[in-house]
């Protein structure tokens, strides 16, 4: 049975390029685990697939099982915090796993260019909602590309197929919760202005709407974290409070997520002979001090965006959790 297991989903969309939303949608993803959910990722951003370089695991490939492709494990489940003792390094609480589906593993190389007309795009689509063997995952999060095209539309007609936006029936009748969009925009007029449409496809399409994120609202100083407004803020909450939606928060440009995110590149990749090219010379010796081998997720809570979405995370499981009346 398609999407067997998943109990709630939630789209990750926007109506403007270069907003952010595979790295809310990462960053979402690992605040979720670490409220002891099993999260899943499907990137349907075909063109331009981002999430497999995010998590650092762009070598990996997809493999096939009796019941499907399986999705690609970014990180395990902790149980108990005796578990997380034994480990690395310890966590305060259990956490939930982590795994990931993405055309971009699918790939030969990163270049590659994915040049489809609409038609075998809704196919592919399509496939990664009925082929993928999640198991139990208590939240699938889906990664979209910008625009209400065809991707869009595929996504919205099979998702309303293959699960429910009412929380009821979906415990009823065992399919999964279509739990709805966050939206993301940036603080500028010119973003806001092509979100709107956005939430006007969710309107038609009746998918729900559980919020708006700022993204990029500002800058976080690596050392404090204090935040300045270096261009503007505030016009996601403006347009929040004109489309009648809640509003989630400000998420500022924090140098630490990029740090992380680019760190998870192999040594030896092409990066790191670009260096050699530009310069002329090795990278410097604190770059090539020994890796730090802890999982993505438990470097992500150093970071000053975690506390932020750690408390998105926390909105959205518990206006779950007032829906359905359960623990989710």
């Known amino acids: 049975m398609p999407l067997d297991g998943v109990k709630n989903i939630v789209l990750v969309l926007s109506g403007k390029g270069g907003v952010g939303k595979s790295s809310v949608t990462l960053q979402l993803a690992l605040a979720l685990s670490l409220q002891g959910k099993s999260v899943g990722i499907l990137d349907i951003d075909l063109t331009g697939p981002s999430i497999p370089r995010l998590v650092g695991l762009e070598d990996a490939k997809i493999t096939q099982s009796p019941g499907g492709w399986l999705p690609v494990p970014v990180h395990d489940a902790v149980t108990t915090q005796s578990d997380s003792a034994s480990s690395s390094s310890a966590s305060p609480q259990p956490r939930g796993s982590l795994r990931c589906m993405s055309l971009g593993f699918l790939l030969r190389d990163r270049g590659d260019a994915v040049i489809w007309r609409g038609p075998k795009k809704t196919a592919m689509i399509r496939q990664f909602l009925s082929d993928v063997s999640w198991g139990v995952t208590d939240y699938l999060l889906i990664d979209t590309p910008p625009g209400t095209s065809d991707e869009h539309i595929a996504l919205a007609e099979q998702l309303l197929t293959l699960s429910t936006t009412d929380a009821a029936a979906a415990a009823q009748g065992n399919l999964p919760h279509l739990t709805g969009a966050v939206l993301v925009t940036t603080p500028q007029a010119v973003a806001t202005s092509d979100v709107r449409k956005e939430a006007n496809f969710c309107v038609k399409t009746s998918i729900p709407v559980l919020g708006v994120i700022e993204n990029m609202a500002g800058y976080a100083c690596p050392c404090c974290g204090e935040v300045s407004n270096l261009f503007s803020s505030g016009g996601g909450e403006v347009m929040a409070q004109q489309l009648s939606i809640p509003f989630l928060g ?41 890796p730090d081998t802890r999982p993505l997720v438990e470097k992500y809570k150093e970071g000053w965006s975690y506390p932020r979405f750690e408390e998105f995370a926390r909105t959205i499981i518990g206006g779950v959790q007032a829906t359905t009346g359960a623990q989710q």
């Open 250 to 290: 400000r998420v500022p440009v924090d140098v630490k997520f990029g740090e992380l995110v680019e760190g998870n590149m192999e040594a030896g990749s092409d990066d790191e002979d670009e260096y050699e090219d530009m310069t002329g010379q090795d990278k410097p010796a604190e770059a090539l001090a020994e």
